[in-house]
C-alpha cells in the first residue's frame, strides 16, 4: 500500500524566517496531495492541496511544490508568524483514500 | 456556510460499552469518511460513504462500523470497547467521492475509554 513519510518531526524557527517540510510517498498511483494544519484541540485544516499534474502551487506566504519523478512534494511557509505554530500534516490520496503522514510540529518564536 | 459538526465532543466510555458518534458535513457534500487520530498510529483511515453506501474501508476490525443517511448525515458505532479505542475521531466531508475532491474535517469527538 501506500507509505508517506513526512520530516522534521519538529521545526522551530524564529518569526520572519521560513519554514520548509517534506514528504516523501511510494504509490506512483497517487495524484493528490494536500496539506492539513492542525491547532490544539481543533480538527485539521486544509491550508493548499496540489495535484498531481501542477508542479507548484503558491497562496500568499505559503506554497506546495510537487516532484513526482522524485515522489516527493514539500510545504513552504515564508515570513512565519507565531499564529502559524501548529501542528502541519502531508497526506496522499491513494486508490480514494487519504494516507496521512507523521507530522511536524512547527514552533514560531516571537 | 457552516462547517463539519460532530457530535458529541467529548465521550467517556467503559472496557465493553458500545458508542455512537455522530458526523454533520457540510451543506451539500454528499461524502464522509472517518479517521482515528492517536499519538502513536497518528491519522488513520477507517470509512468512507457516499450516497448511504459504503465505498471504502480502512484496516480496522469489525467491531467499527458506520452508516450514512439520506441526508448525508453520518454516524459511526464502535461495540465492545477496548482500552485502545481512546483516540480523537475525525470526520471529514467532500463534495463528491473519488479524484481529488478536498476534504473538510470537523473538530472530532474526544472518546476516552476505561
Known amino acids: 500500500g501506500e507509505n508517506v513519510e513526512q520530516h522534521p518531526s519538529t521545526l522551530s524557527v524564529q518569526e520572519g524566517d521560513s519554514a520548509v517540510i517534506k514528504c516523501t510517498y511510494s504509490d506512483s498511483a497517487s495524484n493528490y496531495f494536500p496539506w492539513y494544519k492542525q491547532e490544539l484541540g481543533k480538527g485539521p485544516q486544509l491550508i493548499i492541496d496540489?495535484?498531481?499534474?501542477?508542479g507548484e502551487k503558491k497562496d500568499q506566504r505559503i506554497a506546495v511544490t510537487l516532484n513526482k519523478t522524485a515522489k516527493h512534494f514539500s510545504l513552504h511557509i515564508t515570513e512565519t508568524q507565531p499564529e502559524d505554530s501548529a501542528v502541519y500534516f502531508c497526506?496522499?490520496?491513494?486508490?480514494?483514500?487519504?494516507?496521512f503522514g507523521t507530522g511536524t510540529r512547527l514552533q514560531v518564536f516571537p | 456556510k457552516a462547517g463539519v459538526t460532530q457530535t458529541p465532543r467529548y465521550l467517556i466510555k467503559t472496557r465493553g460499552q458500545q458508542v455512537t458518534l455522530s458526523c454533520s458535513p457540510i451543506s451539500g457534500h454528499r461524502s464522509v469518511s472517518w479517521y482515528q487520530q492517536t499519538p502513536g498510529q497518528g491519522l488513520q483511515f477507517l470509512f468512507e460513504y457516499f450516497s448511504e453506501t459504503q465505498r471504502n474501508k480502512g484496516n480496522f476490525p469489525g467491531r467499527f462500523s458506520g452508516r450514512q443517511f439520506s441526508n448525508s448525515r453520518s454516524e459511526m458505532n464502535v461495540s465492545t470497547l477496548e482500552l485502545g479505542d481512546s483516540a480523537l475521531y475525525l470526520c471529514?466531508?467532500?463534495?463528491?467521492?473519488?479524484?481529488?475532491?478536498?476534504?473538510?474535517f470537523g473538530p472530532g469527538t474526544r472518546l476516552t475509554v476505561t
Open positions: 471529514a466531508s467532500s463534495l463528491r467521492t473519488g479524484r481529488s475532491y478536498e476534504q473538510y
Open positions: 497526506a496522499a490520496r491513494w486508490t480514494d483514500k487519504l494516507i
Open positions: 496540489i495535484r498531481s499534474n501542477v
